[in-house]
């Protein structure tokens, strides 16, 4: 635990994270999760992947366009790998279970803790939030912009 360990220290303070860069540069699987959801212990955890993937990129080191990407498949499909999950990915004949983010890619996913416009379930929509959204009020610039860089 990235916040526990070392806490008694003096300086330099340990760190529980494993070489990620490294493990995946040898083709291991790597796969992030998040074992403190408001305990005691980490008071400030969500149980949202994506702030988890935010967490492994920086903890790690990885702020490069295809570690980030990695990191991205941390949360989602490295762990489905490990997991042997069946009838995991986009695919007929497949669960449908899925969440449609609001971001253009893996990064910015990432980057902008992307909106979930929509949450499916063994193909059953369970969840809807309306897409983030910004309003302008600057002379000559447009009134709404959403929240992805283009």
Known sequence: NITLQGRHDSYPK???????????????????????????????????????????????????????????DAVTTAPATILGLDGYGIAIGGKADMVLLQARDKVDAIRLRATRLVVIRAGKV????????????????????DWIVR
Do not use: K
Request: with cysteine; net charge negative; hydrophobic share 45%.
């Open 126 to 145: 369970i969840s809807r939030t309306p897409a983030a959204t910004a309003m302008l009020d600057l002379p000559g610039r447009p009134a709404e912009v």
């Open 14 to 72: 340990r760190r529980g994270m494993t070489r990620v860069p490294e493990l995946m540069a040898a083709g291991i699987v790597v796969a992030f999760g998040h074992d403190c959801v408001m305990d005691p212990w980490y008071p400030l955890g969500s149980a949202d992947m994506l702030e988890v993937a935010q967490m492994g990129l920086h903890v790690a080191q990885m702020t490069g366009q295809d570690a980030m990407r990695n990191c991205f």
